[in-house]
């Protein structure tokens, strides 16, 4: 198989970085990337793209750490080169606060953080309804502009992308060798995994720009998170919900919320709304399936379900499925050998 | 009773705000005047980046150090407040590098959360192999002053745009006090051969991906004769001068190249950040504050006049603990003109 032709189905954070991967790891394939939504309409653009991972229950940790881990150090790298700013990523410090002491004071990330202490009484002085808190530095990736710059980068190799909605895998059979699915809330009609669903998260993104830390509260429900030009305020959890139409009074809620942590965005201005379905699971699906149909197969790579973590573990995930088209492509080529013989 | 104060950077209203809180209502007839001939957003104090931080030792001057305390505890009480936007001030954390251990500063116990770099943050900083990380705060002049500014003028303040050429000047036709809060300038109004400037120059640049402050010492060049990158509310700040007796207030293009060249060398990412301004200006540096009192002989009278000035690189650091001492020797002057009651007990 002289040149693999991949077709990667979606383009938000996991679809671009996966593509990305591809490139880098089978540089004689032919990739493409096929999505109905690309940025600024993807879930990834309302994600403040934080670099705070996100538990997966089903997932084993030392899994979810080395994907942070190899996440955060790309990004890292990234971050201290004169990159950094078209690609949106930059250092953030802050703090998370807890209203009462976490059974587990230290995450299985706080060593791959910059930093990570518990925070000083004096510190805590400025979260009066809290008792305990970390302080840390970590990798904020903005989107748009991450996206764009995956985007760039996939364009400089020739890598192409079309907006297109995929109804079935199977429409790509006869101009694909394998495909890669990184639908996100997609994989739901996709390909009927049951076992995504949807949890609905509001956000107001707001001008402050005297704002350069953020805030995260331990219950994961209220947040600030500065990004280049705007600070992210969330948020909500809302499991099963569909709705992408902002809530006025959700609004408000969250708004009040943050105001409580962080009094000054009091004079916060140019408020503007986003909803994103986060696209969850009880554990990633980073698999290779090969789908049969009539005596023709379909190898498929699964790359989606990261929830509220997508941008914490991204790089190692695309990584994993980046292995596992090159998994496909050894067993395509082993088979066309044998229809050889 | 009639007060002069000659200079409207932070260290002239900051002073003036904390007389008058302090004794406007124990002295009715109390009027502060402020006489000034650069005003925001053109004093020395509109140019500093705002960031709070003395320098690395006190050299023993312990005063200055709880002066900085004072401030720095004055202003974190504010910043809850619904004027802290208002006033320019925001908590900021960061990075002081140097390229050998050195002894931690006077102020690390004033500032949250002061704790050595680790090796993976040290990563970041090729050439440095040894730092702090602290939370501080900004208070950024150009709404600082306009901020007190607003505020003395609500009290009744007056302002008056003059360049004062001598104590004379304002304290004869019945000012009874005269707070020199001159600047570099004092020179002009006494000799003073222990003021000196400290000239600086900064380049300002859009780089809002930046959240941090990052200040490199070089023990060798001394203070603020390295780069430093201190992001505002607005705008970042590039710095990394410090001339010390050069008068001149025009941009240089060898100090911008130096600036920019090591700033960029530090953090590569600015090398795409757009250049929106440049400053000098002179820092009134001194081998310590000078605030104290002094009786001046003037026709046939005498004046009494507190020097509040010489705060160098520091003077947003050290205001409000300096407007404070300021407001405490006023009030012993009050006192001994019996403008105040005398605390009880036997008359001498």
């Not at chain 1, 990667?8 to 096929?34: H, K, N, Y």
Request: glycine fraction near 10%.
């Amino acid at each position: 198989m002289a040149s693999p032709k991949v077709a990667v189905v979606g383009a938000g954070v996991i679809g671009l970085s996966t593509a990305l991967c591809i490139t880098e790891t089978c540089p004689s394939c032919s990739v493409t990337v096929l999505s109905d939504q690309f940025s600024p309409n993807t879930t990834s653009d309302v994600a403040a793209g934080m670099l705070i991972p996100h538990i997966y229950p089903d997932t084993p940790i030392h899994r979810q750490k080395q994907w942070f881990k190899e996440t955060f150090t790309y990004l890292f790298a990234i971050s201290n080169s004169a990159e950094a700013s078209e690609a949106g990523i930059h250092l953030v410090s802050g703090w998370q606060v807890f209203k009462s002491t976490p059974k587990e004071e230290l995450p299985f990330w706080s060593d791959i953080v910059l930093g990570f202490r518990p925070m000083t009484e004096s510190e805590l002085q400025k979260f009066p309804q809290h008792q305990f808190g970390q302080a840390f530095t970590t990798l904020k990736c903005d989107s748009p502009p991450y996206l764009l710059w995956l985007e760039k980068r996939l364009k400089a190799t020739g890598t192409e992308m079309y907006t297109r909605k995929v109804a079935d895998l199977w429409e790509l059979h006869s101009e694909y060798d394998i495909v890669v699915n990184c639908t996100g809330m997609g994989a739901r009609p996709l390909v009927g995994d049951k076992q995504l669903f949807p949890v609905r998260g509001q956000v107001l993104k707001v001008h402050a720009p005297w704002l350069k830390h953020f805030i995260r509260d331990g219950d994961g429900l209220t947040y600030i998170y500065p990004g280049i030009h705007r600070v992210t305020l969330g948020g909500t959890r809302e499991k099963g919900s569909w709705s992408l139409s902002p809530d006025a009074g959700t609004t408000r809620d969250i708004f009040d919320r943050c105001c409580s942590l962080e009094p000054s965005l009091q004079g916060a201005q140019d408020i503007e709304v986003k909803v994103g379905l986060r696209p969850s699971r009880q554990c990633v699906r980073v698999q290779r399936e090969v789908l049969s149909q009539g005596g023709v197969k379909l190898p498929v790579v699964h790359n989606y379900g990261h929830g509220a973590g997508g941008f914490s573990v991204h790089r190692g995930t695309a990584n994993e499925a980046a292995h596992l088209v090159g998994e496909c492509i050894s067993a395509l080529q082993g088979s066309s050998l044998r229809a050889k013989l | 009773m009639r007060v002069a104060i000659i200079g409207a950077g932070v260290i002239g209203l900051s002073s003036a705000l904390c007389i008058h809180e302090q004794f406007h209502s124990l002295v009715p007839s109390l009027e502060l005047e402020v006489y000034a001939d650069h005003f925001t957003p053109h004093t020395t104090s509109d140019g500093a980046a705002g960031l709070w931080q003395p320098y690395l030792s006190d050299h023993g001057n312990l005063q200055e150090t709880l002066w900085n305390k004072e401030t720095f505890d004055y202003l974190l009480g504010h910043l809850h407040s619904p004027a802290a936007k208002e006033m320019g001030l925001f908590l900021i954390s960061g990075y002081n590098l140097f390229t050998e251990p050195v002894p931690d500063p006077s102020w690390k116990n004033i500032v949250l959360g002061f704790r050595n770099l680790t090796p993976k943050e040290l990563e970041l900083f090729p050439g440095y192999s040894y730092g702090w990380f602290n939370t501080a705060l900004m208070l950024e002049g150009r709404s600082y002053l306009p901020w007190l500014t607003n505020r003395l003028t609500q009290k009744g303040v007056k302002f008056f745009h003059k360049k004062v050429e001598s104590f004379q000047e304002v304290s004869g036709d019945g000012v009874d006090v005269v707070l020199n809060c001159s600047g570099l300038r004092s020179g002009d109004l006494q000799p003073d051969p222990e003021l000196q400037p400290g000239r600086g120059q900064i380049i300002k640049v859009l780089a809002p991906w930046v959240k941090h402050f990052i200040i490199t010492h070089d023990l060798k060049s001394g203070i603020y004769n390295s780069p430093y990158v201190i992001p505002g509310s607005q705008f970042t700040v590039l710095g990394g001068i410090y001339q010390h007796g050069n008068w001149s207030e025009e941009n240089s293009a060898k100090d911008h190249k130096s600036i920019w060249d090591s700033c960029c060398r530090l953090l590569p990412a600015l090398q795409k950040a757009k250049i929106v301004g440049e400053w000098s200006g002179l820092r009134p540096a001194r081998p310590s504050v000078r605030l104290e009192r002094e009786s001046i002989r003037l026709g046939n009278g005498q004046a009494e006049v507190i020097h509040n000035y010489g705060h160098g690189g520091f003077g947003i650091t050290i205001h409000w603990g300096c407007a404070a001492a300021a407001a405490r020797l006023f009030g012993s002057i009050l006192q001994e003109k019996k403008q105040l009651a005398t605390p009880p007990g036997p008359r001498l």
